[in-house]
């Protein structure tokens, strides 16, 4: 049985690089590369824990079409059980088009497909009554999930016995704190990033923030901050940050997917959440590194070997 059940949002992105701007009419602009990936803050995290040696089952929907044939194959290939990968009949597969542009970052184009149409119903709660961590990816994007179902799934998981972590994929919205506010106590590990953090709590404050997410029951917030590192804050303890590792960053997609496959790996371990943070930092600095949700890291010992020998930026 897998220890981690990973559920939520499923995406395969097509990502070009190096991207300077869009040729215009019909003209040609030529790239370095173009990969394809598995995305998604349910199945990117899902197989950087297969490549981190962790029993993993992913659990979300995918269209009946070559791109979900894609997410599967490729899923199955880094040993993650897609038992629970539920081909949608109606919608197409999830996907993104991305241009990472020379300093990492990238516009997005995407579509939300056979995502929205995932609902409590697909919960394999036989398999999560068998796990040590649900993780659910995805809060602002699973239109059936969003709101009171996800505040029902979280607290199930819990009377089951798991440890809850969270991810978020939002843009700025009026219902943010509405539509996931029911969940907050029913969240162990809540890990958006800190710009998706502001939003949802508006402001900028990283201290208002944490105590907002604190005061409305989350066990401790986990906000990653790119080239600031990352603040680990259990609720009722002293906020810790750790430094960012000092790499040559080549795209940003999936860094924080990377973190949490990171991070909930360590607390599989056993790890304190500062010490599962530092091997969820290596793990988002490793992708960052290469191109796509699926670059940089190898496994587990490589990542050991990368905390041990790579320089840390300066606070």
């Known amino acids: 049985m897998p220890d981690v059940i990973s559920f939520g949002a499923h995406i395969a992105d097509a990502l070009g690089w190096p991207f300077a701007a869009v040729p215009p009419g019909q003209q040609l602009a030529m790239l370095d590369r173009i990969s394809f990936t598995v995305a998604g803050t349910a199945a990117a995290p899902s197989v950087n824990l297969a490549k981190l040696g962790v029993r993993v089952a992913t659990v979300g929907r995918v269209g009946d079409d070559s791109i979900g044939g894609f997410i599967r194959t490729t899923m199955e290939r880094y040993g993650v059980d897609t038992t629970h990968l539920v081909v949608d009949p109606e919608r197409q597969t999830s996907s993104s088009l991305l241009l990472i542009r020379p300093d990492g970052s990238r516009p997005a184009l995407h579509v939300i497909g056979a995502n929205a149409g995932l609902t409590e119903d697909d919960v394999p709660w036989d398999a999560v009554a068998e796990a040590t961590v649900f993780h659910l990816g995805g809060a602002f994007i699973l239109p059936g999930i969003d709101g009171a179902p996800m505040a029902r799934i979280l607290a199930k998981a819990k009377e089951l016995g798991c ?6 994929l939002m843009s700025p919205r009026p219902d943010a704190q509405e539509l996931i506010g029911p969940a907050l106590p029913y969240i162990d590990y809540l890990m958006p990033n800190i ?13 208002e923030i ?17 080239g600031d590192g990352v603040s680990i804050a259990p609720r009722g303890q002293q ?9 040559d960053v080549v795209d940003t997609t999936g860094c ?20 599962a943070a530092e091997r969820g930092l290596a793990c988002g600095s490793l992708v960052a590194t290469g191109l796509g949700s699926d670059a940089g890291i190898v496994d587990r010992a490589q990542v050991e070997e990368f905390r041990t020998t790579q320089p840390r930026l300066a606070g």
């Open 163 to 168: 440890t809850t972590t969270v991810d978020f």
């Open 239 to 247: 906020e810790i940050v750790l430094p960012a590792y000092d790499v």
């Open 210 to 226: 944490i105590a907002w997410l604190h005061a409305q029951g989350v066990g401790c917030t986990v906000l990653t901050m790119g």
């Open 195 to 207: 710009e998706e953090a502001g939003w949802l709590v508006g402001t900028e404050d990283r201290a």
């Open 256 to 275: 924080g997917d990377a973190f949490t496959s990171g991070f909930i790996s360590g607390l599989l371990d056993g790890l304190d959440p500062a010490d």
